[in-house]
């Protein structure tokens, strides 16, 4: 793009009168990206930029053809459509022939109108009749990188959930039939706003019946490329949600947007924006798209910002209460395509909150599974079939699908409204077709079960000792770090974590490693960090002070030295206690995975450097924390002085000054650059690095190992070189008589860098807080196996677990709520009696209570 745009920006501008500032607060953009478009460096995918900026300018449809034509870096062919000619959502066509209604073109996350496919001509006035430019099947034509990004994106997105998928033996032996309907009106937007048409233009009926096959079909059908999709517990959402992800991708389309499922039920809308919640989904799940571009940003923020991510927010239900009708809201101030899943009475009540229901967006309902369906499916998941007999045909199955024909009987009505959804199939088949000797029949009792709360809770209640008691046919082998677990532990360290997730303001669904510490109350995360930072510099002047003796620089240890040892210890823990809580003033108590690792050629040539921002920023936050401690370790040495009478009292108050000043300006700079140091050699982890939790709780542990090893080198030598430099500097500029030996220097570097790089490592990153509360405390105090981490990935190849992304879920809200439940009552009543092995009724184990 030649520099003529920016002139011709330059002279509207002035025209107009106004300032930069005034412009850039009126079109709603930065002053910064004035400068950028009036200097001629705006980007070519950022159209929609532009749009904003000439509307505010009022240009004549002959200026914004030169000023497109400028773009584009062609010449003026055709007039083309002003910016007073643009809807309110500020949105362009995309180029059809006249005859043809216009191929809509979608607003972002923020409101802003994405660019077209094709920019090299642009169209006259719409059609009559044609659909409103808003949300459809066209997306922007991005820069090389982003498209290079967004392919690797949808390949990682594709493999994921095609093995979770796999894993959820969604195919063995077949899909179960989820089907859907329309939903009521009163729950989707008017049909003339779905299919964005022209006042006056009749709608046409939408065609929003379908099953799993065609769930992708009917959502490219939608003009708005907005759709709801309500259920029940457990009918089958989530199934629906992965289906649609891998038609998408898997079908041939003119569309770059990569769908991306995402589980919202954490999400905080009165503080965070749709945008931030999938950018820091993107860089939670993939921590390569944290790479910069050379606008600054990240390539996640830069694929939501291009309109080149599909949202499939997950779980609208799980939101507490109070947050649904904001949540809508924020939805609805936008028009970005979207899909939504969500049970019903929970999606109808935030409608009436918020006297809408999402804008622009087609909704439809899951439907119940049928007799006829679970006929079908239920006795091929009996292996055992052929050896029983008269009832082979179907299997264990045979007298339940014959009470379920007969119809409005109790046992019949109750049990087939149960088994309507896929989540209690599922659970089901596992208790019975999948554990010989287990006979169905009982679901029948209505004595045992006399409402289907009872026979819901049955079957979750047996759902852990049933997987942990028995292997199925499919499961015969165990993997890697699986072990015959006792199921009542199991179920009671699963129950603990269910537990850790209801815990706080909102409810959870993220199983993340990192987080596991959060279940330990703040009073003991605090003194948590401060015994560890205690003990590592503690246990590191020890060993450096056997050194010094071995090697003869010191005679012997006194019992002075011992004693001030252990004091500067205590010390160092209350700094490391006060840097916790710190963060925890600042809400940052819980350290997040890291998404960088440590590598020599992050400083080569050709590789992206750390932004020199988040060098300085690591450097301010050395220099802070290495400042106070330097204060720490010369007022601990002050007192030992007063202590042991080998300085005057008139001489001890200006030693104490001189060293307060030269150790914490000696600690703060060693401090300082060697962070500032470990983010220069930072660089974006590699795209399967997070495919997995234990993947990326892999990658953490070797980069901590990293940062360990650079920080102990970088500060035990940085401390002597800073040493000598200050100490020569406070000498030059004040009267003072400071003496830094250079083998005292390295002793206290050594001390300094082993010490604090361990107390760092091990208290303030998400390896080290894993390591020491979910490895060490947790099973400690038995909340956890010693195992953890092959205690979740054993739950996972089991089925109790899910993975999404970097986090693992509970198969269902329902089995996390349930085991929650059950975890809050043995808590609460610690001297009831242990059931037996074989006591797993679901009146012994559960109440039918449930949300």
């Not at 899951?366 to 079939?385: F, K, S």
């Not at 901590?704 to 970088?714: K, S």
Request: net charge neutral; aromatic share 6%; with cysteine.
């Amino acid at each position: 793009m030649s520099n003529e745009l920016g002139t011709r920006m330059r002279q509207l501008r002035r025209r107009a009168g106004l300032t930069q500032e005034q412009l850039a607060e009126r079109a709603e953009v930065s002053v910064s990206t004035i400068g950028r478009l009036e200097n001629g460096r705006l980007p070519e995918h950022r159209l929609r930029t532009l749009q904003k900026v000439a509307e505010v300018l009022e240009v004549k449809p002959e200026e914004w053809q030169r000023l497109t034509a400028a773009l584009d870096g062609t010449q003026p062919t055709a007039p083309a459509d002003p910016p007073e000619a643009l809807t309110p959502a500020g949105t362009r066509s995309v180029p059809v022939p006249a005859a043809q209604p216009e191929e809509p073109v979608p607003t972002g996350l923020q409101g802003e109108p994405a660019p077209a496919v094709q920019p090299q001509t642009r169209p006259g006035p719409p059609a009559p009749a044609a659909p409103l430019p808003g949300p459809g099947p066209a997306v922007p034509s991005p820069p090389g990188p982003l498209v290079d990004a967004a392919a690797s994106l949808a390949r990682e997105v594709g493999r994921r959930w095609q093995r979770e998928e796999k894993h959820r033996r969604v195919h063995d032996p077949f899909p179960l039939p989820v089907r859907y309907e329309p939903a009521p009106a009163v729950l989707m937007d008017r049909p003339e706003n779905i299919q964005r048409l022209q006042p006056g233009a009749p709608a046409r009926d939408l065609d929003l019946n379908g099953d799993l096959r065609t769930v992708a079909d009917t959502y490219r059908s939608i003009e708005s490329q907005r759709l709801v999709i309500l259920g029940r517990a457990g009918s089958g959402k989530s199934i629906l949600a992965i289906k649609f992800v891998l038609e998408l991708l898997a079908a041939p389309s003119s569309s770059l947007r990569v769908p991306v499922i995402l589980s919202i039920g954490s999400w905080d809308p009165l503080t965070i924006t749709p945008r931030d919640l999938l950018v820091d989904h993107l860089l939670r799940d993939h921590p390569h798209l944290a790479r910069t571009t050379p606008e600054g940003t990240t390539l996640a923020a830069e694929l939501v910002d291009s309109d080149l991510i599909l949202p499939v927010l997950d779980g609208f239900d799980e939101l507490a209460e109070a947050l649904r009708g904001p949540a809508l809201e924020a939805l609805n101030a936008t028009t970005h395509p979207v899909v939504l899943t969500s049970r019903r009475d929970e999606y109808a009540r935030a409608v009436r909150d918020v006297h809408a229901p999402l804008v622009m967006a087609a909704c439809v309902e899951l439907a119940d599974l049928t007799v006829e369906d679970l006929a079908a499916y239920l006795p091929r998941t009996d292996r055992l079939g052929d050896s029983l007999g008269s009832r082979a045909a179907t299997g264990v199955w045979g007298a339940v699908l014959d009470e379920l024909r007969v119809p409005d009987t109790p046992a019949s009505s109750r049990l087939g409204q149960v088994l309507g959804t896929p989540l209690m199939v599922t659970l089901a088949r596992t208790m019975y077709s999948e554990v010989p000797g287990n006979d169905p029949v009982e679901l029948l009792d209505t004595a045992r079960f006399p409402t289907g709360r009872h026979l819901e809770e049955h079957l979750l209640a047996n759902f852990v000792p049933t997987v942990y008691r028995h292997r199925t046919p499919e499961r015969a082998d165990p993997a890697p770090g699986q072990r015959n677990r006792d199921p009542d532990q199991a179920e009671r360290w699963l129950g603990y974590l269910a537990h850790s997730l209801a815990t706080g303001a909102h409810e959870r669904r993220d199983l993340a490693w990192w987080r596991l510490g959060a279940s330990v109350r703040l009073p003991m995360r605090i003194l948590h960090t401060a015994l560890l930072g205690g003990l590592c510099m503690f246990a590191a002047n020890w060993l450096v002070m056997l050194f010094a003796v071995s090697a003869g620089y010191i005679p012997s240890v006194q019992t002075s030295a011992m004693l001030e040892v252990a004091v500067f210890g205590l010390c160092s823990a209350f700094v490391f206690g006060l840097a916790h809580c710190a963060l925890a003033a600042m809400g940052r108590t819980v350290a997040v995975p890291t998404q960088v690792r440590l590598r020599l050629a992050a400083v080569a040539p050709g590789v992206e450097h750390r932004p020199v921002r988040e060098i300085l920023t690591r450097f301010g936050v050395g220099l802070l924390g290495g400042s106070v401690l330097g204060v720490a370790h010369a007022w601990t040495t002050a007192m030992f002085r007063a202590l042991a009478g080998t300085f005057p009292h008139a001489d001890l108050i200006g030693a104490a000054i001189q060293d307060t000043v030269a150790l914490a300006l000696i600690f703060g700079l060693t401090a300082g650059l060697s962070f500032g140091l470990v983010a220069a050699f930072e660089a974006p982890v590699d795209i399967a690095a997070a495919a997995t939790p234990m993947r990326l709780l892999s990658v953490n542990r070797a980069t901590a190992t990293r940062q360990f090893l650079v920080l102990a080198a970088a500060v035990t030598a940085g401390i002597a070189v800073c040493g000598h430099a200050v100490v020569g500097l406070l000498q030059q500029v004040l009267p003072w008589t400071l003496v830094w030996p250079l083998d005292a220097a390295l002793l206290l570097g050594a001390v300094g860098g082993l010490g604090g790089s361990a107390a760092y490592v091990l208290a303030l990153t998400a390896w080290g807080q894993w390591l020491t509360v979910a490895r060490f405390w947790l099973p400690l105090t038995r909340r956890l196996p010693w195992d953890t981490a092959a205690f979740l990935d054993d739950a996972y190849r089991r089925g109790v677990l899910r993975q999404a992304g970097a986090v693992y879920q509970f198969r269902h809200i329902r089995l996390q709520q349930h085991l929650a439940r059950v975890h809050g009552r043995s808590a609460r009543v610690t001297s009831r009696v242990k059931p037996g092995p074989g006591r797993r009724a679901s009146e012994e184990r559960a109440s039918p209570e449930g949300r």
